[in-house]
Every structure is written in C-alpha cells, then in structure tokens.
T-cell receptor, first 114, second 115 residues
Framework: DGGITQSPKYLFRKEGQNVTLSCEQNLNHDAMYWYRQDPGQGLRLIYY???????QKGDIAEGYSVSREKKESFPLTVTSAQKNPTAFYLC?????????????FGPGTRLTVL | AQTVTQSQPEMSVQEAETVTLSCTYDTSENNYYLFWYKQPPSRQMILVIR??????QNATENRFSVNFQKAAKSFSLKISDSQLGDTAMYFC????????????FGGGTRLMVKP
C-alpha cells in the first residue's frame, strides 16, 4: 500500500535527551513536511524539504533539526534545546509538479517529555 | 503572511442534519488553494475537500461542499446528512500557489455529531 508511515506512535523522552522521529513515504512525493500540534490547536510548520539534501525552516524550527538524505525519508530530531517538546508531531508529503498540490499526512507521533 | 481564522471552537449537530463550519483568511495573494482537513479521534489528518481560488464554482465531495467567497475571503464547509463518523476536529488551511506547497492552518473546530 502507498502511504506515509511514522514511528514510533508514542515516544517518551527524559529532559536533556535528543530524540528522532521517523517519517517514510512510498508515494514518490518530492516534498515532505513536519508539523507540530499542541492540544486544541492547529498545526504549525517546523521544517520542510522540497528536494533531497535541501530543507527550509518553517515557523517554529528552533530546537529541531532534520535531514533529507533520501527522497522517501525525512527524520525529525527534537533536541534538548527545544524547551517544550511535548506535543503531537505530524509528517506530510506532497508532489510539487502536479495539479493537486495536496499534502497527505502520516498517522503522527505523540512525544511526551518526562 | 497569511492567517486563517476559525471562529467556532466547538459545534454540535444532530445525526442526519446539516451543519456549516466557518473559515476566514487573510492574504494579499490572488492565486491560492484552500483546504478542509478532518482529524478524527485517531488523530490522522484526512483531506476532506479542496478549492482552487481561480475557480468560481464551489467544490463538492459527496456530502461535503464549500461556499467560497473570494472577495470576502471566506471558505465555509457544509456537511449534509451528518453521520456519527463525521465527529472530528476540522481544520481549514491555506496554501499559496508559489510552488512551496506550504500550508497555513486555522485553529480548528471540534464537531460533535449527536445520535
């Protein structure tokens, strides 16, 4: 089946630790995105990548880092510099040269800092 | 910068009835896309419907339709014959037509469909 997978579904982190959230897609989409969702709020863009080995900061990039070594993979690292990392994290992907331009989302990862 | 506002934090509707969710946005762009996404309790974001700003005709997808008023910068979602499975958070989102495919989301409306 084509789609976007995120792992793990739930992640617990101790303060001061870095953690990496996985996002993989087999839709052959060019662009990938990371969003953060806090309770009762909309999604905010952390980072996005339109091409391998290139990525741009979104609205709330501080305390996060990403890499895009392969077209199908876009992992997000939550570093110890992120002061309030407890949130729900959603990964998305989209084509860039099509009439649809729609983003499709993965199932999300719930990160909790202990 | 674009902003998207959903003024109804929560709404409820009886099963089989019709409900309309409001969304307004602010932009200086002329060419853009608008979306409604649904997020059920599973938290998976699901595309409901999309609208291209250059199209005057309102988009429809089965029981879901939009009322797109470009001059008023309004993009409401109408759900007809509401079903229990429509219970979810609904997010309105804006995308500039600049190749970036970046989405700006509203704060969401929690919809409860009552039996």
């Amino acid at each position: 089946d084509g789609g976007i997978t995120q792992s793990p579904k739930y992640l617990f982190r101790k303060e001061g630790q870095n953690v990496t959230l996985s996002c993989e897609q087999n839709l052959n989409h060019d662009a990938m995105y990371w969003y953060r969702q806090d309770p009762g709020q909309g999604l905010r863009l952390i980072y996005y990548s339109q091409i391998v080995n290139d990525f741009q900061k979104g609205d709330i990039a501080e305390g996060y880092s990403v890499s895009r070594e392969k077209k199908e993979s876009f992992p997000l690292t939550v570093t110890s510099a992120q002061k309030n990392p407890t949130a729900f994290y959603l990964c998305a992907s989209s084509k860039l040269v099509s009439s649809t331009d729609t983003q499709y989302f993965g199932p999300g990862t719930r990160l909790t800092v202990l | 910068a674009q902003t998207v506002t959903q003024s109804q934090p929560e709404m409820s509707v009886q099963e089989a009835e019709t409900v309309t969710l409001s969304c307004t946005y602010d932009t200086s762009e002329n060419n853009y896309y608008l979306f409604w996404y649904k997020q059920p309790p599973s938290r998976q974001m699901i595309l409901v419907i999309r609208q291209e700003a250059y199209k005057q005709q309102n988009a429809t997808e089965n029981r879901f339709s939009v009322n797109f008023q470009k001059a008023a910068k309004s993009f409401s979602l109408k759900i007809s014959d509401s079903q229990l499975g429509d219970t979810a958070m609904y997010f309105c989102a804006f995308m500039k037509h600049d190749g970036s495919n970046m989405l700006t989301f509203g704060g969401g409306t929690r919809l409860m469909v009552k039996p």
